[in-house]
């Protein structure tokens, strides 16, 4: 007997953090492998998606753009927490505010059940903007021992050698809920 073809595998990462750190930059950036040419305010939820080759297998990580909860009617909410695989935190590191605003979206998270047993991780981004931090990479590291996540400290914007390329495809959808 032949074995059905695999399913693609899909994990749903969810990208948080204040209006305006660079989630939508990022996870296009993830996707497209390049920063955008201009970006308009996400409004409601978003998703892309990349395609990667582990192991042999295919998965497909879906990372969830979102304009910010504040903007989010309830039901939303409900619909974009579910499922979800990993959560990735991002402030800016030349807005000190965006990293007050962590612990809010720590507990907001921990409210839908996406706590310590889901994977977690703490992203610093725009550090190319070096000039401009606000936010050193000791306080932050701090901040993320103290919630045991790691910590990466990324640009959306510069050229990196990681990441993008030729083999990601990228697909844009606007989720309708
Ligand atoms: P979002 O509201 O979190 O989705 O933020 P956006 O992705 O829309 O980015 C907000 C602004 O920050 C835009 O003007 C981007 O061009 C800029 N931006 C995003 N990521 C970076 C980065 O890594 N470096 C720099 N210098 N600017 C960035
Ligand atoms: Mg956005």
């Known amino acids: 007997a032949t074995l059905p073809p695999p399913?693609?595998?899909?994990?749903?990462?969810?990208?948080?953090?204040?209006?305006?750190v660079g989630k939508t930059c990022l996870t296009y950036?993830?996707?497209?492998?390049k920063f955008p040419e201009k970006t308009e305010a996400t409004i409601g939820v978003d998703f892309r998606e990349r395609l990667i080759d582990i192991d042999g297998e295919k998965i497909k990580i879906q990372l969830w753009d979102t304009a910010g909860q504040e903007r989010f009617r309830k039901s939303m909410v409900q619909h974009y927490y579910r499922n979800v695989h990993a959560v990735v935190f991002v402030y800016d590191v030349t807005s000190a505010t965006s990293f007050r605003s962590l612990p809010a979206w720590i507990?907001?998270?921990?409210?839908?059940?996406?706590?310590?047993?889901?994977?977690?991780?703490?992203?610093?981004?725009?550090?190319?903007?070096?000039?401009?931090?606000?936010?050193?990479?000791?306080?932050?590291?701090?901040?993320?021992?103290?919630?045991?996540?790691?910590l990466f400290e990324t640009s959306a914007k510069s050229p990196s050698s990681q990441g993008g390329g030729g083999s990601c495809s990228s697909s844009d959808h606007v989720e309708a809920i």
């Open 29 to 33: 950036r993830f996707c497209a492998g």
């Open 107 to 150: 507990e907001e998270c921990k409210q839908h059940s996406l706590g310590t047993e889901v994977p977690r991780i703490l992203v610093g981004n725009k550090c190319d903007l070096r000039e401009s931090v606000q936010v050193s990479t000791d306080v932050a590291q701090q901040f993320a021992d103290s919630h045991s996540m790691p």
């Open 7 to 20: 399913r693609t595998r899909i994990f749903k990462i969810i990208v948080i953090g204040d209006s305006g």
